[in-house]
Structures are given as structure tokens and as C-alpha cells.
């Protein structure tokens, strides 16, 4: 062969794979476009907060994808491989995640609210009890009203914590209050 002839041969095989190339940048910019529109979606939604190894390496995954899609359209190709198999999964993830999430949440709020009501109702037996101890009418009538302000305070209090320092700091009152009977 002339050398005329292997370098026109040379030159049409750097031509169809330049021309290879541009197909695969182009098809994987497609590609690219939908995975970063898809973790548009995800972020809108809110579901990111429930998945968030997963959108940390979809995020990694389309920086790379970007960084190589013009100098290495065969390696985004592949990159793009790799989170077509795994971004179709993500929102039903994220939404189970976010399921499970809400439904431990309510046995949570559900549970403390039970906790709640225990100790409100332990307050009051306490209460009634060293009530029952008094044998004077006037004093449990003068003590009743003034006390049942302070359970109805308490009763009131939201926070389990706070409920649990004024049921401690009550007692001994009540216990005092008993004792001066």
C-alpha cells in the first residue's frame, strides 16, 4: 500500500471513530439530562432526606458523568450504565424509607403519649391517696381546689420531662402536706 493510501485510511478510521464518539456523547447527554432530571424530582419531593448515601453517589456519579462526557464519551457511557441500574429504584426507596420513617414515628408519639397518660394517672392515685389520709373535711376541701390547680397545670405540660421533674418535685409536697394533718 502507498502511504498515501494507509493515511487516508488512517484519516476516514479517525473520522468514524470521531464520528462514533459524537453518537455516544450525544445519546449519553441525553441520558444525562433525564438522571439529573429525575434527581431534580427526588430533591423536590423531599425523599433526598431519606436516601442520602444513595443521592450522595447519584450526585458523584453524574459529576463524573459531566466531567468525562467530552473528553471520555465511552466512560460516561458506562458511568450512565451503572445509574440507569440503580436510579429507577431510588423513589420507591426513598418513599418506603419515608413510610417507615412516618409509621415509626407515630408508634413513637403514640407510645410517649401512653407514657404520658401513665404517669398523669399515677400523679393523680398519688394524689387522691394522700387526700384519703386526711381526716379533717375542711382541711380537704381547703386542699382540693388549690392542689387540683396544680394537677390541672401539670396535666397540661407536653413535655414528658418536664412532667417527670414536676411529679418528683409534688410528691414530697404532698407528702408534707400529709404529715402536717
Given amino acids: 500500500m ?3 493510501y494507509e493515511y487516508s485510511y488512517q484519516l476516514e478510521a479517525e ?3 470521531q464520528i462514533y464518539l459524537n453518537r455516544i456523547a450525544a445519546t449519553t447527554e441525553e441520558f444525562y439530562r433525564r438522571y439529573e432530571q429525575q434527581y431534580r424530582e427526588i430533591l423536590s419531593c423531599g425523599l433526598a432526606a431519606y436516601i442520602p448515601s444513595e443521592m450522595s453517589r447519584l450526585e458523584s456519579d453524574l459529576a463524573r458523568i459531566r466531567d468525562l462526557l467530552v473528553s471520555d464519551p465511552e466512560s ?3 458511568i450512565s450504565f451503572e445509574i440507569g441500574s440503580y ?4 423513589s420507591s426507596l426513598a418513599t418506603e424509607a419515608r413510610e417507615e ?4 414515628e407515630r408508634m413513637r408519639v ?4 401512653a407514657e404520658r397518660e401513665q404517669q398523669q394517672s ?3 392515685n398519688e394524689y387522691f391517696k394522700v387526700i384519703q389520709t386526711i381526716k379533717n373535711p375542711i382541711v380537704v ?3 382540693i381546689p388549690k392542689k387540683c390547680k396544680n394537677l390541672e397545670k401539670i396535666l397540661k405540660v407536653e413535655n414528658y420531662l418536664l412532667l417527670q421533674n414536676l411529679k418528683k418535685s409534688q410528691l414530697p409536697l404532698f407528702l408534707k402536706l400529709k404529715k402536717s394533718f
Avoid: K, V
Fill in 2 to 4: 502507498s502511504s498515501s
Fill in 15 to 17: 473520522r468514524r471513530r
Fill in 76 to 78: 460516561a457511557r458506562d
Fill in 87 to 90: 436510579i429507577r429504584t431510588m
Fill in 101 to 104: 420513617f412516618d409509621r415509626s
Fill in 110 to 113: 403514640a407510645t410517649l403519649h
Fill in 122 to 124: 399515677e400523679l393523680m
Fill in 141 to 143: 376541701n381547703y386542699s
